[in-house]
């Protein structure tokens, strides 16, 4: 199972950038997720998706900020970031979670894509 992070790069603060995930066609049933990464720190959730779409799921410290979807036509997912931080610079990595609906343990994803770099500076 294959998946690709793509979208990352270098923003200012308060800019925006969206991040795209190409999932196997075979996880059309499962919950999706974001997760990132920042040096010297352990991964931590950004937010997840259901399998509809219909239920999302967001850290504390991106609500209202970050926004998650996915296109099952298409086999994507996305991750919309907006007012972008210096705390967001991470690797942010999607995941095919193990079940229909996920939550924020990493446990409960299966599949892990490589990471896109995401840098937030001033």
């Known amino acids: 199972v294959q998946l690709q992070a793509s979208g990352g790069g270098l923003v200012q603060i308060g800019g925006s950038l969206r991040l795209s995930c190409a999932a196997p066609?075979?996880?059309?049933?499962?919950?999706l997720g974001w997760f990132r990464q920042a040096p010297g720190k352990e991964r931590e959730f950004a937010g997840s998706?259901?399998?509809?779409?219909?239920?999302?799921n967001y850290a504390d410290s991106v609500k209202g900020r970050f926004t998650v979807s996915r296109d099952n036509a298409k086999n994507m997912m996305y991750l919309q970031m907006n007012s972008l931080k210096a705390d967001d610079t991470a690797v942010y990595y999607c995941?095919?979670?193990?079940?229909?609906?996920?939550?924020?343990?990493?446990?409960?994803?299966?599949?892990w894509g490589q990471g896109t770099q995401v840098t937030v500076s001033s």
């Open positions: 066609r075979t996880a059309s049933n499962n919950a």
């Open positions: 998706i259901s399998w509809r779409g219909s239920i999302t």
């Open positions: 995941a095919v979670a193990r079940s229909s609906f996920a939550d924020s343990r990493p446990e409960s994803y299966a599949y």
